[in-house]
């Protein structure tokens, strides 16, 4: 009998199950169904759930301290452990973490280059919600707030690279008890200041586009008297993160994707989780809706889609009946010469495609735009603590302006017929014209530089948005992180 013994203490000891309250197990040991690890001062759990009606487990976070069960992450989300065979995760002896379907291996954190004697290595959670692995000496090797679901929680970051090309999206659930990956998706451009939604692979909704050299920081106020905050921040190698904090611990928040589609802003108050602020929600929020060189002005007209100044549809008969994606195109073509123009536009939701041309103050901002043809429009931002503007071209065809004179911002597009553009363009396009003629690009005159000095000051918006009484505020200030 004795090799009975034996064999069961092997087996035993390969899986040691764990004991109440612990924040991390290690190499070798493991947790099955109805067993949690819980964060050292108990905000958030580690388990395995079954969402909503469903049989299969899965393993995830979520808050502890909440009654309604709220998953922040999910492991293995397309590879459910289906009723009737055990769930097990543990860290296993080659120092991954590992969600096993009774013997089978379902999910693995698939760290690379393990080497092949680990001999201490294990899986903490951390009281901000992530899951981290540690390989002895090595230290963290894997994070779960790297591989995200569909949350976004206060000290995450999301990010993407345009150098390397990596980019990390939030993934919305197939439907609330399907955490499989749905059809919506939420990540950064890569190449502006900018959160893109995509529907599939569609452009769904983007926020505005955001101009800053280093980083950019925004806020939302409610009246629970909560402020989140969340900031761009660029960094040299060129990855570009956000992190959002808020002003207050007692408040439990989170940026969810919703299976319908909507990135939403959501807090804990009481007994309930209130929707804050989402995205999109008007028909002019949704990407593009009416065509390329169209305003789209909620509230403001009907319909909704109107041509820019200079521009008709496309199509009338389409237009007409109301199918607006065809968009409009110019009357005049370019004449790329002194016939051209800018018109005015405020209170604007930025079209998509911005390109930033750096170091340019603001005449040369409007000059780069002008001198080549392709440039359809240009705007500029004023970023405190430098002495440049950022200066944004469009080289495309304009499309998802939106006019919303809350977020707003100033967008110059270029027309040909001069005639359109009101008294105080009319001076500024003869000015860029003999400065363009005269002087060419290289003129940095002393009052240009006093106009690039008082660009310090930044200019503070209070945008009142819709939803519970939220304010957006657009530039609390740039530069800040905040940590
Ligand atoms: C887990 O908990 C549920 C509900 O308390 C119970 O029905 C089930 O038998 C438990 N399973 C195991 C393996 O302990
Ligand atoms: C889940 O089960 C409950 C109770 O049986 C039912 O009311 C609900 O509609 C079910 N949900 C789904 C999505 O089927
Ligand atoms: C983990 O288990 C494997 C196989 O049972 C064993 O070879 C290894 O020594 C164990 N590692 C530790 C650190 O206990
Ligand atoms: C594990 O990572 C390797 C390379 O890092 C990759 O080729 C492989 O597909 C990954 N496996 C899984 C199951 O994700
Ligand atoms: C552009 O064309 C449309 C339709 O022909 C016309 O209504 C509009 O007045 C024109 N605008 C300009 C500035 O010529
Ligand atoms: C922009 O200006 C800064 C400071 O004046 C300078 O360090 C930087 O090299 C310039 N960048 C480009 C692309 O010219
Ligand atoms: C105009 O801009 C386009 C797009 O950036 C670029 O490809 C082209 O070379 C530019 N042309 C001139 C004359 O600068
Ligand atoms: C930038 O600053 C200049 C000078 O203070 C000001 O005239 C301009 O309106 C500002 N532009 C924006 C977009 O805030």
Redesign the pocket.
Known sequence: MQWLWCLLFIVSSSFLPLSASVNSISINSSISINQTIISAEGKFALGFFSP??STSSYLGIWYNTIPKLTVIWVANRAYPVPKGSPPVFRVSEDGNLVVLSGREVVWTSNVSDISASIHSADAVLLDNGNLVLRHGEDGDVWHSFDHPTDTFVPEMRISSNKKTGKEMRLTSWV???DPRPGIFSIGIDPNRLQVNLWKRDEPYWRSNVYATTSSYATGFESKLGFSAYFSFVVQDDGEVYLVYSTSTNTVRSRFTLAPSGRIQLLAWVQIAWIVLWQEPLDTCDFYGYCGPFTICQQYVSIPVCNCLKGFQPKSHNAWNVGKWTGGCVRNNTLSCDNGDGFVKYEGIKLPDHAVTMRNKSINECELECFKNCSCTAYAYENVTNEVTIVCLNWFTELVDIQSNSFTGRVLYVRVHNIKLVDDSQKHKSTHIRKSFIAVGVAIVSIGLLIIVVFSYFWRREKLIRKGNGVSLMGHLGRNNQFS
């Open positions: 909503g009606n439907n609330g008890e």
